[in-house]
């Protein structure tokens, strides 16, 4: 049995730790935004930060919870982690399950025909007994996308849970604004006894938005930041509607050709009521992925941009795909600038950043690229046909600038469309990526002397360990996923969907399995001691 740390002793050592946070706080430490600076206050606040949490803790928890009856599709979407060490996820399915033997959600259950409607759940797992504490249905939905950022979660100051999808069908509850909608956004507040405190419906034009290309941002005053990708429904027909609930955005969309997509960015109050939207508006197609909360009253927003965005130049090949990476200013809600990345050859189309996340001293990301960028010590790998991909691994600055960026592919196979799945571990300073290899068996290839594990046949779990200060890789694990070739029905095939630090290089991972080739499978969020880890 594993020995659990007394409250007493964590409130001791929260005192402790408090105690020489405003020592230092009197000291002649620099006040400078800097964690990874010894001279800098925020590097021992930092520090006391990490012992903080690694004291309440277990490095040496293992548990899995798994959800789906294997006969239908299941999408795992969102995995984020509270900060009192509970886990919430989002998922779409298309039936009703059961967890702690029971059915139905705690205060709606399934809606439709089993195996064709999908509809979006939440849960919360205890962090520490690994068992789910309450599962809700937020009702059916048309968008049946397995995108990952289809699902979005957030956590207020007071540990409250912020939840913004995509639904259609009839409303839940009683809420704030009604669906004016067959098919809408809602976005719902749940503290974490499975309360709904609020939910709220949000409208736009049918045909216009990408339903899953959507973000969500709550920051440190509450306010709950919501990312959308517009879509123009015919040429030269600027938008400034936005979410009708909603003032009048204050800036517009260009909105110049039929099928524009531009990003839109509206703001809630905590108490679910509608505060301002805005447009960021750009010369051709922008879509926004991820989003994350900055240190300096900002949002890091990540996707892919075909042009400019107004006012901000330095896109590398206009009507060609390139990755996408803006920083935003909460306080005047505009663009701060925009990093454009990708080359100008017009051999490659394909750009995206999927995932943001935080380390010390800046933003680590991933995603798919086509073509060689910056500087890389890990090259691009060419192959000669195809969408030419390759997963790709960045760093940048509080300011959204690139520090460095390396690539992950092959010259034998096209890498899958699948996005690398990315954590950071601050205890190790290390940054942390989880993929598929290539679906023709090989391995990636330019990596065979940090390569090791004995990994066969095509879909490996491929495990990549990052020095965070410069990108170079550090070792890169190889586990069979399908264990015979070649593969039929009866094979279990499982991938990571999230892969988030939940404690000192304890992972926490939410897969899909599925019943490879067909589609049917279930969904599990799995962890084990970060000493077993690769």
């Known amino acids: 049995?594993?020995?659990?740390?007394?409250?007493?002793?964590?409130?001791?050592?929260?005192?402790?730790?408090?105690?020489v946070l405003f020592y230092s706080s009197i000291n002649c430490k620099l006040s400078l935004n800097n964690p990874s600076d010894p001279n800098s206050k925020s590097y021992l606040e930092t520090v006391l930060s990490n012992l903080y949490l690694n004291a309440i803790c277990d490095p040496r928890t293992r548990g899995s919870v798994r959800l789906g009856s294997g006969t239908y599709k299941v999408n795992p979407y969102s995995l984020i982690l509270l900060k009192n060490g509970n886990l919430v996820v989002t998922a779409g399915v298309f039936e009703e399950l059961a967890w702690n033997s029971r059915t139905g959600g705690i205060h709606y259950s399934y809606i439709g025909t089993p195996g064709t409607n999908m509809n979006i759940i939440m849960f919360l797992i205890n962090g520490r007994t690994f068992q789910i504490e309450w599962l809700d249905y937020l009702g059916p939905t048309s968008?049946?996308?397995?995108?990952?950022?289809?699902?979005?979660?957030?956590?207020?100051?007071?540990?409250?849970?912020?939840?913004?999808?995509?639904?259609?069908?009839?409303?839940?509850?009683?809420?704030?604004?009604?669906?004016?909608?067959?098919?809408?956004?809602?976005?719902?507040r749940f503290d974490q006894k499975g309360?709904?405190?609020?939910?709220?419906?949000?409208?736009?034009?049918?045909?216009?938005?990408?339903?899953?290309?959507?973000?969500?941002?709550?920051?440190?005053n509450d306010l709950i930041h919501l990312f959308f990708t517009h879509s123009a429904i015919g040429a030269n027909t600027p938008d400034s509607l936005g979410?009708?609930?909603?003032?009048?955005?204050?800036?517009?969309?260009n909105g110049t050709t039929a099928g524009q997509q531009e990003i839109g960015?509206?703001?809630?109050?905590?108490?679910?009521t509608a505060s301002s939207q805005t447009y960021l508006p750009s010369i051709s197609s922008s879509e926004i992925s991820t989003s994350t909360l900055g240190p300096n009253n900002n949002i890091l927003i990540g996707g892919s941009a075909l042009d400019n965005f107004n006012g901000f130049p330095g896109h590398p090949l206009p009507n060609y795909s390139r990755m996408m990476f803006a920083n935003?200013?909460?306080?005047?809600?505009?663009?701060?600038?925009?990093?454009?990345?990708?080359?100008?050859?017009?051999?490659?189309?394909?750009?995206?950043?999927?995932?943001?996340?935080?380390?010390?001293?800046?933003?680590?990301?991933?995603?798919?690229?086509a073509g060689s960028?910056?500087?890389?010590?890990?090259?691009?790998?060419?192959?000669?046909?195809?969408?030419?991909?390759?997963?790709?691994?960045?760093?940048?600055?509080?300011?959204?600038?690139?520090?460095?960026?390396?690539?992950?592919?092959?010259?034998?196979?096209?890498?899958?469309?699948?996005?690398?799945?990315?954590?950071?571990?601050?205890?190790?300073?290390?940054?942390?990526?989880?993929?598929?290899?290539?679906?023709?068996?090989?391995?990636?290839?330019?990596?065979?002397?940090?390569?090791?594990?004995?990994?066969?046949?095509?879909?490996?779990?491929?495990?990549?360990?990052?020095?965070?200060?410069?990108?170079?890789?550090?070792?890169?694990?190889?586990?069979?996923?399908?264990?015979?070739?070649?593969?039929?029905?009866?094979?279990?095939?499982?991938?990571?969907?999230?892969?988030?630090?939940?404690?000192?290089?304890?992972?926490?991972?939410?897969?899909?399995?599925?019943n490879y080739p067909a589609e049917e499978g279930f969904m599990e969020v799995s962890t084990i001691p970060g000493i077993e880890e690769p």
């Open 143 to 188: 968008a049946t996308s397995d995108d990952a950022n289809i699902a979005p979660i957030a956590e207020m100051s007071n540990g409250d849970i912020i939840v913004y999808t995509y639904v259609n069908g009839t409303e839940q509850g009683t809420p704030i604004s009604g669906k004016a909608n067959a098919d809408a956004y809602v976005v719902a």
């Open 243 to 253: 979410f009708q609930e909603f003032p009048t955005a204050k800036v517009a969309t």
């Open 328 to 369: 935003l200013s909460i306080q005047n809600h505009v663009i701060q600038n925009v990093t454009y990345l990708g080359n100008t050859d017009t051999t490659f189309n394909i750009g995206e950043i999927s995932s943001i996340v935080k380390g010390n001293d800046g933003y680590f990301a991933s995603g798919n690229a």
């Open 373 to 514: 960028f910056g500087n890389p010590f890990h090259q691009y790998q060419y192959f000669s046909t195809g969408n030419l991909r390759n997963h790709v691994f960045l760093k940048f600055d509080w300011n959204g600038n690139l520090i460095w960026n390396q690539f992950v592919g092959s010259t034998t196979s096209n890498v899958l469309e699948f996005f690398p799945k990315i954590t950071y571990i601050s205890f190790f300073d290390e940054f942390r990526g989880n993929i598929l290899s290539p679906i023709d068996g090989t391995r990636f290839t330019g990596l065979d002397a940090l390569s090791y594990g004995n990994g066969i046949n095509e879909l490996q779990d491929v495990t990549f360990r990052i020095r965070s200060g410069d990108g170079r890789y550090q070792s890169v694990y190889y586990e069979t996923n399908v264990p015979v070739t070649p593969p039929n029905p009866s094979v279990l095939v499982d991938f990571n969907v999230q892969y988030l630090n939940v404690c000192n290089g304890r992972i926490a991972k939410l897969k899909k399995y599925l």
């Open 265 to 272: 960015w509206a703001i809630l109050n905590s108490n679910g």
């Open 195 to 220: 309360n709904r405190i609020w939910n709220t419906y949000l409208d736009l034009p049918m045909n216009s938005f990408v339903a899953e290309k959507i973000a969500l941002v709550a920051d440190t």
């Open 1 to 19: 049995m594993i020995t659990k740390i007394s409250n007493s002793i964590q409130k001791s050592i929260f005192l402790f730790l408090l105690c």
